[in-house]
């Protein structure tokens, strides 16, 4: 089983920025995707930085705004927000997937962080 473990959300004005952690732990052996989706009230679930094999997808909205890193070392990666807009508010979540010791597939989601970007 996998766990993620997110940290870093909050209230941050306009323009401001906030860095989002996420952790995964459990019987990992190798990540496949990895990366951030969030959710606004009344809308749906949306991509909004996702590492993959083949490089780094950003959704329209943030591309230029938003980094996300990765410290494989740790099984971490990190989600650079700057120039923050009211938009942007939303519950971010952490998703991943990949690999267990037994090379069956998983996948996991983390339990949401709450950005606000409000004046």
């Known amino acids: 089983q996998v766990h993620l473990v997110e940290s870093g959300g909050g209230l941050v004005q306009p323009g401001g920025s906030l860095r989002l952690s996420c952790a995964a732990s459990g019987t990992i052996y190798r990540i496949e995707k990895m990366g951030w989706y969030r959710q606004a009230p009344g809308e749906q679930r949306q991509l909004v930085a996702l590492s993959t094999n083949g490089g780094t997808n950003y959704h329209d909205s943030v591309r230029g705004r938003f980094t996300l890193s990765k410290d494989n070392s740790k099984n971490t990666v990190y989600l650079q927000m700057n120039s923050l807009k009211p938009d942007d508010t939303a519950v971010y979540y952490c998703?991943?997937?990949?690999?267990?010791?037994?090379?069956?597939?998983?996948?996991?989601w983390g339990q949401g962080t709450l950005v606000t970007v409000s004046s």
């Open positions: 998703y991943a997937d990949g690999l267990n010791r037994n090379l069956r597939g998983w996948d996991a």
